[in-house]
C-alpha cells in the first residue's frame, strides 16, 4: 500500500545491483510513493547487472559513478541536478565490499591493501558522498541521506573480518557530518543497522545462512527482510522524521537487544544432549 509519503521529493540510489539488493527494493518503494529516482552504481555494476530493468520499472535514469572518486561523484550531483532542474531530498549509501572477505582471509591475518579498499569503497564512499553533495549544495534543507550499517560494527560477529570496522567508520562518519550537515543545511544523516539479509553481498560471508538462523532463533520480531527495511528507509526519506538525525537506528526484529532466546537456549540446550557435540563442540557451534 502506497501512502505518497515521497510525493514530489527527488532523490539518488546508489547501490542497487539486482532484485536481491536493498537498494533494489528501496528504489521501488520510493517510486511507489511518489519520488523520481536517479540510480548509480559502478560502471562494471551496471554492466553486469540488472539495473537496466530496475530503471524501466521506476522511470528512473541511470548515471555511472564509482563512490570512491570524487570526480564521479560530483559528475553524478552535477548531471543529476540538470535532470531534475535543482536540488534533491534525499540519498540512500547501500555500498560495502571486502576483499579479504572474499578471499576468506582471517581478521588476524589480514592482508592490509585489501582492508584499506574495504574502508574506501564500505565507508569513506560515504564521507565522500555527502562532502560532494555538501559542496555542491545539492541536498535541500531538511533533506535525508540514509546509510546501511550492520551490528558487527558494535559487537564482534565470528568472521564479519574487516567490515566490521567499516561499519564502525560508517556510523561514526554520520554523527559527525550530520552534526555539520544538519547545523548548516538542516540536512539529516543517519544509519540503519539492517538484520543480516540475504542480498548477493550478504550471502558472500562465510556462514552466512546459519548466522541467519541464529539471528532468527534470537529476535522476538525474527528477522527483518529486504522489503521491510526498505519501508523503513521510505520513513526516513519522509517529512515524517524530520528532526532525527545522527542515530544508528536498529531495524532487527530486536535482536540488538536480546541476551538469550528461548528458542536459540533450545537449540543450545539440544548440542548439549549430543554426545558428538560434546566431543566436538565447534562442530554444532558451525551449525548454529
Excluded at 232 to 250: E, G
Aim: proline share 3%.
Amino acid at each position: 500500500m502506497a501512502y505518497n509519503l515521497l510525493k514530489g521529493k527527488k532523490g539518488i540510489i546508489f547501490g542497487a545491483l539486482n532484485n536481491m539488493s536493498i537498494a533494489w527494493k528501496v528504489a521501488e518503494r520510493a517510486h511507489e510513493e511518489g519520488a523520481e529516482l536517479v540510480l548509480t552504481n559502478t560502471p562494471i555494476a551496471i554492466r553486469m547487472g540488472e539495473l537496466d530493468e530496475l530503471a524501466k520499472s521506476t522511470g528512473s535514469i541511470m548515471i555511472p559513478a564509482d563512490a570512491t572518486s570524487v570526480s564521479d561523484l560530483e559528475n553524478l550531483f552535477s548531471k543529476t541536478m540538470d535532470h531534475f532542474g535543482g536540488q534533491i531530498d534525499f540519498v540512500l549509501h547501500s555500498i560495502g565490499m571486502s576483499p579479504n572477505v572474499r578471499k576468506k582471509l582471517p581478521y588476524d591475518d589480514l592482508n592490509y591493501d585489501f582492508f584499506a579498499k574495504t574502508l574506501d569503497i564500505s565507508a569513506l564512499s560515504f564521507h565522500k558522498m555527502i562532502s560532494a553533495a555538501k559542496k555542491m549544495d545539492a541536498i535541500k534543507e531538511w533533506g535525508s541521506i540514509v546509510a546501511l550499517s550492520y551490528i558487527a560494527s558494535q559487537r564482534t560477529l565470528f568472521e564479519y573480518n574487516d567490515m566490521a570496522d567499516a561499519k564502525a567508520v560508517l556510523e561514526s562518519i554520520a554523527r559527525s557530518f550530520g552534526y555539520i550537515y544538519g547545523r548548516e543545511k538542516h540536512v539529516r544523516i543517519n544509519t540503519i543497522s539492517q538484520s543480516p539479509t540475504p542480498t548477493t553481498a550478504g550471502q558472500g560471508v562465510k556462514g552466512f545462512s546459519a548466522l541467519m538462523d541464529f539471528t532468527e532463533r534470537m529476535s522476538p520480531l525474527g528477522n527483518a527482510d529486504a522489503d521491510e527495511c526498505a519501508n523503513y528507509c521510505i520513513t526516513l526519506f519522509s517529512d515524517l522524521t524530520m528532526k532525527v538525525t545522527m542515530q544508528n537506528l536498529f531495524h532487527d526484529g530486536g535482536f540488538s537487544s536480546m541476551g538469550m532466546s528461548a528458542r536459540a537456549m533450545h537449540q543450545y540446550n539440544k548440542s548439549l544432549e549430543c554426545k558428538e557435540c560434546r566431543q566436538n563442540p565447534l562442530n554444532e557451534l558451525t551449525d548454529l
